[in-house]
């Protein structure tokens, strides 16, 4: 029997969450992100929405099978992970486009990487070969991501922060 009301909370925080980022920095990939240099491999923009989109409806259903297995008090350490790879992701939008801080977004997405390998890791036990269906494509991409926010890192240079000096 599926509990709508879990299996909705589970799809809507990720994929909201993901929206919520994407509307805050739209204005960014049009001017600012449009600025900087960019690999070849670097995909259009109008792909980011729909692949993301998959993605944190995948994670968030993958989150529900794993809650479906016991709720929290018996998945606590799986699904707290989960949240904790969220958070991190969910982190890297402001750093990126509102503070264009690359090498926080590079420590964050880095940390990521490794939060999303320690879900797989702790949902695998719980749902078996769905961890691996569902969030193996994230991972994927996840790498993909990471190798651009590095790229754009090393060959964007810093602007320097002005501080006002206190008299």
Not at 16 to 23: P, Q, T
Not at 51 to 70: F, N
Not at 90 to 99: D, R, V, Y
């Amino acid at each position: 029997m599926v509990d709508a009301p879990a299996l909705a909370v589970a799809l809507v925080v990720p994929v909201l969450g993901g929206m919520i980022g994407g509307f805050a920095t739209a204005s960014q990939i049009k001017g600012w992100y449009a600025t900087l240099k960019k690999p070849w491999w670097n995909p259009p923009n109008w792909l980011f929405g729909p692949v993301w989109t998959c993605l944190y409806a995948a994670m968030g259903y993958a989150s529900y099978l794993v809650y479906e297995q016991g709720g929290f008090a018996k998945q606590a350490v799986p699904l707290g992970v989960y949240i904790a790879q969220l958070a991190l992701n969910f982190l890297w939008t402001p750093l990126f486009f509102t503070l264009h801080r690359f090498d926080l977004a590079t420590v964050d997405i880095l940390a990521m990487w490794g939060m999303i390998v320690a879900t797989i890791a702790t949902f695998y036990p719980v749902i078996g070969a769905w961890a691996l269906g569902l969030l193996i494509p994230y991972l994927a991409w996840v790498s993909y991501a990471s190798a651009l926010t590095i790229w754009i890192w090393r060959n964007n240079p810093a602007k320097p922060v002005l501080v006002k000096k206190q008299e």
